[in-house]
């Protein structure tokens, strides 16, 4: 059974960073390409990282400069996100699907999703 696990959330002051992993298992893990989206209250889920079995890279124009996805052998998918703002508020979630085409919002593996909170 595949299985992805997100943790790292919690309540940061803006301008604050938080760290969120994603723990994959029950797949082939080099093959897959991961994603971290996010939903906030009332509106759609949106893509806010991804990273391509490869390697390569993709950010929402929202992020850009302040969030870095990565990826280890050890199944481990890590959102390291700096500066941030009030509307980076949202449920994290952790995504993975296989093959890669483009980043959707609905296809592949989801995990149960982490709590972002920025206030003061």
């Known amino acids: 059974q595949v299985q992805l696990v997100e943790s790292g959330g919690g309540l940061v002051q803006p301008g604050g960073s938080l760290r969120l992993s994603c723990a994959a298992s029950?797949?082939?893990?080099?093959?897959?390409?991961m994603g971290w989206y996010r939903q906030a209250p009332g509106k759609q889920r949106e893509l806010v990282a991804g990273?391509?079995?490869?390697?390569?890279t993709d950010y929402a124009d929202s992020v850009k400069g302040r969030v870095t996805i990565s990826r280890d052998n050890a199944k481990t998918t890590v959102l390291q996100m700096n500066s941030l703002k009030p509307e980076d508020t949202a449920v994290y979630y952790c995504?993975?699907?296989?093959?890669?085409?483009?980043?959707?919002?609905?296809?592949?593996?989801w995990g149960q999703g982490t709590q972002v909170t920025v206030s003061s």
């Open positions: 029950g797949l082939m893990f080099s093959r897959y390409a």
């Open positions: 995504n993975a699907h296989f093959p890669h085409t483009i980043w959707s919002r609905t296809d592949g593996y």
């Open positions: 990273i391509t079995s490869g390697g390569s």
